[in-house]
């Protein structure tokens, strides 16, 4: 079976630049930090060893506002912006990554999650195996069969990462990965500030769609008198309604985003080695030069992956 590798850009890049520290050993010549480039490039290789696609894209974010922000103003309103440290190394993240052939997909008004949904249900359909690389547990309520999250984690330089299939997350949580949209209904997201019912949380929101399935289910329940929910965390949920039903609106990863539907337009491509080499050298990335033998001029093209 063929494989498909999609990559939350925007969340592997800021789990790098965290993972491994800002120094001068991590600078470029015209003096701007490398180290969330360095550690993307290091994760970004080694799920290429490890997996050996015929397809691959990396979605990232646009600083525009979602449909989801249209429809909650407070949506992500908590976060703080971008490091400028962080900041400065994206549009050079980029460079890289084109120089590599490597597909790159935005989109105005969507977020890189429902590039991601979007691709890997194509992807899915076209019978790949798909594994979507992000930081990001949201990604979890798209996992289904040939449908994988890997979830990376750097320490001290080294990347280590773990997948989660339809069945860890089964006997994770107790519940289906489709129905993780309904938990975050109930109790919401801090990070992502959306509000859920106030006073839900995690272990209370996954007991309660073990037992109902579902927010809707919950609600005609009570409205039947046939629920068995007590006390004030009836009563929590009985007049926040419409919080719930927004916050698991908000939390669904739409998988119809309108992107490519093409898969041959990510399939992997070779390098631009000279390009590649002109920019590892800039940002003194000898290790790479010399993995991939960039300094070495030649006809021969090398796979981004090996």
Same mark, same amino acid.
């Given at each position: ?86 900041? &400065? ?27 991601? =949904? ?69 109790? =919401?997201? @801090? ?39 007590? =006390? ?5 949920? @009985? &007049? ?10 908000? =939390? ?21 080695? &000279? @390009? ?31």
């Amino acid at each position: 079976m063929n494989k498909l590798v999609l990559i939350d850009g925007n969340s592997i890049v800021n789990r790098a630049f965290y993972g491994i520290m800002s120094t001068k050993a991590l600078m470029s010549a015209d003096g701007v930090y490398t180290n969330g480039i360095y550690g993307f490039l290091a994760i970004y290789f080694k799920i290429m060893e490890d997996i050996k696609p015929e397809y691959v894209a990396i979605a990232f974010d646009l600083k525009a506002p979602t449909k989801r922000h249209l429809m909650y103003k407070d949506y992500k309103g908590t976060r703080k912006g971008m490091p400028e440290e962080l900041a &400065q190394q994206m549009p050079i993240l980029k460079d890289v990554l084109k120089a590599m052939n490597i597909t790159i997909i935005e989109q105005e008004g969507y977020e890189a999650d429902d590039i991601l =949904g979007t691709l890997a249900k194509l992807g899915k359909a076209n019978n790949l195996d798909v594994t979507i690389l992000t930081g990001d547990r949201d990604a979890f309520q798209l996992v289904e069969k040939n449908i994988k999250v890997r979830i990376p984690r750097t320490k001290m330089g080294k990347t280590e990462e773990e997948d989660y299939t339809e069945e860890k997350i089964k006997e994770e949580y107790g519940i289906e990965p489709l129905k993780l949209i309904e938990v975050k209904g109930l109790m =919401g997201d @801090a990070s992502d500030n959306i509000p859920g019912v106030p006073g839900i949380g995690e272990k209370t929101a996954i007991s309660l769609i073990q037992e109902y399935g579902s927010i809707e289910n919950i609600y005609n329940k009570i409205e039947k008198n046939e629920d068995n929910i007590k =006390g004030k965390l009836r009563e929590k949920i @009985a &007049q926040n309604k419409d919080l719930a039903e927004l916050s698991r609106t908000l =939390g669904t990863i739409d998988i119809h985003a309108p992107i490519l539907s093409d898969l041959e337009l990510i399939r992997t491509k070779d390098w631009n080695r &000279q @390009a590649v080499y002109e920019i590892f050298k800039n940002l003194r990335f000898n290790k790479y030069i010399e993995r991939f033998n960039l300094r070495r001029k030649c006809s021969s093209r090398s796979k981004s992956f090996i």
